[in-house]
C-alpha cells in the first residue's frame, strides 16, 4: 500500500487562505491525505520536517499569488507533486470573513477533481 500524501495549506488571512486551509482539513478528514505544518517545515522541526522530506508526494495549496506555502516548501527544498492556487480559479481574494459557500464548494470540488485524475482519491 502507498502512503498518502502530505498536504500543506496556505495560513494567510484572507478568504481564499480560509478556503485553502479548509480544503486541506477536508482531504485530511476525507483520508485522501495527511495535512502537516509547513511552518514546522521552514522552521527546521525535526518530527515536522521529516514528514516532507519522507518521499511521499506533496500537495501544497495556496490561497493567492503570493504563493506562500510554496515559497516555504520550495526555501526547505521539498518539492511539490500537487499544487494549487485558489485565486487561479476566479475567486476573488477578499477579507476573510467574507467568504461563499458556492465558491468554497467550487474550490473544493476542482482540488478533489484533479487530485482524482492524478490518482488520489478516496480510500477504498
Not at 502512503?3 to 478528514?29: F, T
Not at 467574507?98 to 477533481?113: G, P, R, T
Amino acid at each position: 500500500m502507498t502512503e498518502k500524501p502530505v498536504v500543506y495549506a496556505c495560513s494567510g488571512c484572507s478568504n481564499v487562505a480560509r478556503i485553502a486551509h479548509d480544503i486541506s482539513l477536508n482531504l485530511d478528514s476525507d483520508g485522501i491525505a495527511e495535512m502537516s505544518c509547513v511552518s514546522g517545515v521552514v522552521s527546521d522541526v525535526e518530527p515536522v520536517k521529516a514528514i516532507a522530506t519522507s518521499g511521499r508526494k506533496i500537495i501544497a495549496i495556496d490561497g493567492c499569488q503570493l504563493q506562500c506555502t510554496k515559497a516555504c516548501l520550495d526555501m526547505a527544498q521539498v518539492d511539490t507533486a500537487h499544487y494549487f492556487v485558489i485565486t487561479d480559479l476566479g475567486i476573488e481574494k477578499r477579507d476573510k470573513w467574507q467568504d461563499s459557500l458556492i465558491e468554497n464548494s467550487k474550490a473544493l470540488n476542482h482540488v478533489y477533481q484533479q487530485l482524482a485524475e492524478q490518482g488520489i482519491s478516496f480510500p477504498e
